[in-house]
């Protein structure tokens, strides 16, 4: 086993029963860092410690993470252009906003004869907000429903073009 000691120094590959007896002379635990590494990594550490500091990490990172929210706008293939013109623009407002938007037009009874009405639909929201959307998913048939999936398009860098105008200045005297 790879030992490692209680201050984070390197002690080197040892016995198992040999890293337990220096872990009962600190008077600490002996915690299984690396199970599947070849030889496999322990350290000398207080365990309650040990169980806080790894918490408190994943605290950490699941505070930094990004949740992207998806909304969704339902549709149907008769769906009225003015009606859909209000759905639209909830689906700008959110795609503004940073969120996801999920495009599902629904068909009931006889209409899933006609998915060419459903994809005119899709087509036609999908022009309203190309300027400030990409389609992640294209539209494709899920059982009873026709679905596209939006997210907003990245936002390039300011710096990126603030350094261009920079350069066109500099070789410009």
Request: glycine residues 4%; proline residues 6%; hydrophobic residues 35%.
């Amino acid at each position: 086993m790879r030992l490692i000691g209680p201050n984070r120094e390197h002690i080197g590959i040892v016995s198992l029963q040999e890293a337990l007896e220096q872990a009962r002379k600190a008077n600490l635990d002996l915690v299984e860092i690396s199970p599947s590494a070849d030889p496999p990594v322990v350290r000398i550490v207080d365990y309650g410690k040990f169980i806080y500091e790894q918490t408190k990490k994943e605290r950490e990172a699941r505070r930094s993470q990004k949740v992207v929210e998806v909304k969704e706008i339902r549709l149907r293939p008769k769906t009225d252009d003015h009606d859909r013109a209000i759905k639209v623009r909830d689906a700008r407002r959110w795609l503004e906003e940073g969120m996801k938007v999920k495009v599902r037009v629904r068909f009931r009874g006889r209409e899933i004869t006609y998915p060419e009405l459903a994809l005119e639909q899709l087509q036609e929201v999908m022009k309203e907000v190309t300027d400030i959307a990409v389609v992640e998913q294209a539209p494709n048939m899920e059982g009873q429903t026709m679905l596209m999936i939006l997210a907003p398009k990245p936002k390039k860098a300011a710096g990126g073009q603030q350094s261009e105008v920079k350069r066109a200045e500099d070789q410009n005297p």
